[in-house]
């Protein structure tokens, strides 16, 4: 229902800013939210982030104060911007758009890792 493409990650030095961006397009008009997720190797995808129509935004503790997801509608574009980053943060990123009541499309992820 939502097509939706990451952008933006690599791997950068920890306290080194990055900006993941998510480029989405589709029927964006049924959906409630979108979001930023993240996901290590044998674990499951955690949310970051999150951001709703009304903007409205939540952030998991472990990033408050450190990561701003916005969004540009106009340009269907779905931002996270992430400073201080430490290593804790490496993972796959992924942005999502939900539609309620459960749905949930998925980009297909950027990896960031950060170094100490």
């Known amino acids: 229902q939502v097509q939706l493409v990451e952008s933006g990650g690599g791997l950068v030095q920890a306290g080194e800013p990055l900006r993941l961006d998510c480029a989405f397009d589709?029927?964006?008009?049924?959906?409630?939210?979108m979001a930023w997720f993240r996901q290590v190797p044998g674990k499951q995808r955690d949310l970051v982030a999150s951001?709703?129509?009304?903007?409205?935004?939540t952030y998991v503790d472990s990033v408050k104060g450190r990561f701003i997801i916005t969004r540009d509608s106009l340009k269907k574009m779905l931002y996270l911007g992430i400073n201080s980053p430490i290593p804790e943060d490496t993972a796959v990123y992924y942005c999502?758009?939900?539609?309620?009541?459960?749905?949930?499309?998925w980009g297909p992820g950027t990896q960031v890792s950060v170094s100490s």
């Open positions: 999502g758009a939900h539609t309620p009541p459960s749905h949930w499309d």
């Open positions: 589709g029927k964006i008009w049924l959906t409630d939210s």
């Open positions: 951001i709703s129509n009304d903007g409205r935004t």
